[in-house]
């Protein structure tokens, strides 16, 4: 017997059928004996309507009112599926964010948890009831419903589990786990069957969709262990105990994993463009002058590589941004060449960033240098790099992102068991 | 100055460009110096969406989880009704039933309201600050959402106007008002300028669906004055002042109504059927054990006539149910005949009701006589008589209905002003 918490998101709960293999999925974990929480989503579409209402309505709108007509859609699915659980012989009640309540900051529209009220929760699961939680909604200290932005059931159901203590939190999705890398790149990749929190940061934040960082961040911090697994696997299959889980991923503290690899999987973001200046003054503040202007217009910078010029006083310095941001990001430098005084601006929106990750690679030397000659023998160009403690990011022609991805899932033998 | 309270249904809400007009309503009354409490429906065809979903689930939900669903459609029109008015420069803010909070009893699905704490509304609404509140929702002792039940929006709009004190409580809908008949059938009807709580609630319940006859019993209880307008009604015309109101109905007390007519409407409905009992022996207890199964049944019975039979120890006993249940009572009445003992039991759905309305008639004999004359010199025949002190109801053949009410319309002189 455990605790555990189970999140549906929105293709999980599109419509009345799905709700109720949802409720299957529930009750198979409540026959095994768990008490179960389980948080839902807006069903498909309905957050996307009722966020186009308010735009058309007004552009301008006010967050706090936003928040009282978006967070309609979770309450809908939480009350149905509650209906629904019942209908199959579960106990269950829906919980809205200001009945448990899940606290929030006064941050409407992109509010942070500051604390749940578990105790009732607590007391209810206890007693066999399966509380079902409507996502991404609050209590702001005004008394006034929250919502906690894109992705923010998965930061509520990490959040109810870090509160509940759950042994797990399980991320139903339309994926049955994290891979090794993109199987529509590479048909080997492979299921991993964990990775720690640290590596899925770094795979999040470098685009495999299945959890939005922020909520990697908090099930870190709260030692929230995360379970990711397919929705539309056959609710009544996959019973769980304790400790033997069914196909997914979890993710966990690295001291959960015992054989470690020196690189878990590969990633790449083709959402990259980069800009390059020539002969800038190498001048303390020089960076200040280039990137200050890009903050001011909401630009983010990703990856930053400087080097030394041909000459000492001058320096050449690459940095990516959003492909979006590409054209305003080559104008903003463009207005402040005076102030920066680069000899030279390019730019190309042609490029891709291909990261390697991996926490062995902290005890492990050697892991940039093959991948550069690996790369190197199939003729690809590297035009910057970057590194963390367990990742190495490259910049590569957006042409040879497959041969990239391919030969580097090879040369560490992802695709083997 | 005076405060108001303005109350829109799901017509008049029915999407972005009726919200922005009900917006222009609002307005008009804010640059006019009131302060403006709203009362919202939900989008026309959101509840039923949500109702749909609750009952296809289970058609045996948990009423508190239908609640919870259902009331999230009155949360989206509050927000987005509250989004428009600040577009256009009015300030304004949502309240959900559990904000303010609207206290219901425990009746999920047909709660009844209990309290509300309109202190803080009061204070907004002099701060200048128009009160959103969605309708038809409530806070339940259980801390959970409640619903009023199906015009359930028209009992929150009188609620709160009781609360606040409203000088009057305007009911925006698709008629301008109420007429001194159905002007399908006679398009002479007039509209009324005022009508008293009691006629109201007479004309409400014999088929005028302007508004639920619980709503205007609570308007009548705690005297708020209820103004019935027209939606469509360009917004910006219409400017009221005090006491100087734009075309619709005032249903007020008839203290209010100076000039009282002894006839003020005449109503119709086809929703019946009649079901006779002949040679029913006359003795104590009889009517109960007629109507007993009936209630059992959950059958409503309304008109009930009881004569003398050609004997003395016989009686015949003439009653009507709502159409739809018209065979389920026959079967109800043939089940139960050895213990009622009538000798004959016939019945038909080929009847309707038309009634004379007036509080003149208190003070004024002879208006059954006139009206018994005026029909037997067109040939129509009474089945059923009954009466109340400002009413005449009688059953005739369906056939006669319009000829029956225009030829009562203008008997009582309705048409001319």
């Known amino acids: 017997m455990a605790r555990i918490v189970m999140k549906f998101g929105g293709t999980s709960v599109a419509d009345l059928d799905r709700i109720r293999n949802v409720a299957r999925h529930v009750r198979r974990e409540v026959a095994a004996g ?43 699915t939480a009350g149905l599926l509650a209906i629904a659980l019942q209908d199959i012989g579960v106990a269950a009640r829906s919980w809205l964010g200001w009945q448990v309540p899940v606290k929030t900051d006064d941050a409407h529209g992109a509010a942070r948890i500051t604390g749940i009220d578990a105790e009732i929760l607590r007391d209810r699961l206890g007693q066999g009831q399966v509380a079902v939680l409507a996502g991404f909604q609050g209590l702001g200290p005004d008394n006034r419903i929250t919502t906690l932005g894109r992705g923010g059931s998965d930061t509520s159901a990490v959040a109810v589990a870090a509160a509940l203590q759950a042994e797990r939190c399980d991320i139903y999705t339309d994926v049955d786990g994290i891979y090794t890398t993109d199987p529509r790149i590479v048909p080997e990749a492979r299921r991993l069957t964990r990775i720690s929190f640290e590596e899925m940061l770094e795979m999040a934040s470098l685009g495999a969709k299945v959890m939005q960082v922020r909520s990697v961040e908090l099930a870190m911090i709260h030692g929230v262990r995360v379970f990711v697994r397919s929705s539309f696997a056959e609710p009544d299959d996959a019973q769980t105990g304790d400790g033997d889980l069914p196909p997914g991923t979890l993710i966990c503290d690295e001291d959960e994993i015992v054989e470690k690899q020196i690189v878990t999987g590969i990633a790449y973001s083709k959402d990259e463009a980069k800009i390059t200046l020539r002969r800038v003054p190498d001048k303390p503040g020089i960076a200040a002058s280039v990137f200050g202007p890009l903050a001011d217009s909401q630009i983010n910078v990703d990856v930053i590589v400087q080097n030394v010029s041909a000459d000492a006083r001058h320096t050449d310095m690459t940095f990516t941004v959003p492909r979006a941001d590409f054209e305003k990001a080559m104008e903003v430098i463009r207005d402040a060449s005076e102030v ?42 590297i035009q910057a790099i970057t590194t963390s403690e367990i990742k190495i990011s490259i910049l590569i022609e957006a042409a040879y992102t497959e041969l990239a991805v391919r030969t580097l899932h090879s040369l560490y033998e992802l695709d083997r068991p």
Do not use: C
């Open 340 to 381: 920066i005084g680069y000899e030279e601006l390019s730019g190309s929106a042609d490029v891709v960033k291909v990261s390697v990750i991996g926490i062995g690679m902290r005890s492990h030397a050697g892991v940039a240098a093959q991948m550069f000659k690996a790369l190197a023998s199939k003729g690809i160009n």
């Open 34 to 76: 768990h008490e179960v929480a389980v948080i839902v989503s807006a069903m498909a579409g309905t957050t996307n309507q009722l966020v186009d209402w308010t735009r058309s309505i007004s552009p301008l709108h006010d967050a706090r009112e936003y928040d009282a007509v978006v967070s309609a859609g979770e309450q809908v």
